[in-house]
């Protein structure tokens, strides 16, 4: 057979590496972000510090329903208008809403970044709330709130942390019926106001320089209002159940972290890359490849604005609930010897590669950005070169602490599957 000869591994030099983002905070209390970098595409967006946890009991799911509603009119233009614009600039104009913020963005060709620049503001300060939009987009929600209720995997996971966080913290991000039911197109408005002020507005771009973004502004964000803190959730420890009729069972587990520096919470996503992250990682291989026992095992590190967390899930069938959560438990008590030069190797090649993918990917760096909030955002250089000193001990390490912190499971699924899993896992 011919010789095949492969490819050069691509030249990782500096020359690559994009330099740090730009960071100010306005003279109004605006953040301005900017990650300078050459391209036939730009991002742009405009993030708020705040999500479903600053929602009051009475306002549950007016966080997700306000960034649905920012679409629907401002004092300029009508749903109609907003979205023949949104198709004018081609490329993707979107939001999201989490527990700790609200997004708009839009990746877009070069030229017109500054045009979806103004769009978003215009959308971010001057939304109209019209009734009628309302009344329409919130059946819109209701079907998307159907949609998660017959996926076991977003049921499960919502279950998880309404158990595991029993604050706003954890309460599901698109609210409740009853509540939505109850909130009218005013008190969007009046959430609105209360959220999107200069203090709590980050406005980013990946692309132009930080004096052009700065230059492009047409807008300004509500003077009014303080910055907005968050601070660590309340967390519920020890083994939750959720039984429901289905032939799955889910076994979720949050190890509950406090936050740390970034070249020590560097250390904290290998372990978790190490744990389950990959084909080759310890969950993955001793429940799933060796046995058999399931067939999604995932397992990270996950960073909030002021506590982190391991999670760890398992997904697998009713009969094989009991000898699943076994063999989870002995994985988990053999974790620290497991984590030898080579795992620890795998994982950070992982995490390296993540990080040059993510550099050719301007969302990414956008989203990255939205962290200048509560966080330092270092070079990517920086964190390639502490990426490369990590040492298998200081992983280790970190391992043991793990284990020692606390932690909240629960056990979603199939009733006996639940209960014979549930059993195993108190003892873990």
Known sequence: SPTRTLPKTPDRSDAFVLPPPQIKRRQDGVFLAAWPRRGATAAVGVFVMGGSRDESPEQAGAAHALEHMLFKGTARRDARAIAEAIDQLGGGVDAWTSRERIALHAHVPWPDWQAALALLEELAYAPSFPAQEWAREREVIFAEMAMVADDFSEWAHDAHMQMSFPDAFGAPILGREATLARL?????????????????????????????????????????????????????????????????????????????????????????AALGGGASAW?????????????????????????????????????????CAEALREALATLPEALDEATVRLAKRQIEVGIWMAMERPMRLLDRLADAF????????????????????????????WLEAPRAITVAGHPRGVREAARVLARL
């Open 184 to 272: 009218s197109s005013e008190d969007l408005a009046a959430f609105h106001a209360q959220m999107f002020t200069a203090p709590n507005v980050l406005i980013a771009a990946v692309g132009p320089e930080l004096a052009a973004l700065e230059a492009a502004l047409s807008a300004d964000a509500p003077s009014s209002g303080s910055p907005r803190a968050h601070e660590a959730p309340a967390f519920a420890p020890g083994v939750h159940t959720a039984p429901r009729r289905v032939q799955q069972v889910a076994i979720l587990l949050t190890i509950l972290l406090p936050v740390r520096p970034w070249r020590e919470e560097l250390v904290d996503a290998v372990l978790g």
């Open 283 to 323: 969950l993955f291989r001793r429940i799933r490849e060796e046995r058999g026992l399931a067939y999604s095992v995932h397992a990270q590190w996950t960073r909030w604005d002021a506590a982190a967390a391991a999670e760890i899930e398992v997904f697998t069938e009713a009969e094989k609930a009991k000898p």
């Open 374 to 401: 509560v966080a330092e955002i270092p070079a990517p250089g920086a964190v390639l070169g502490a990426l490369r000193a990590i040492e298998p001990q200081a992983v280790r390490a970190r391992a043991e602490a």
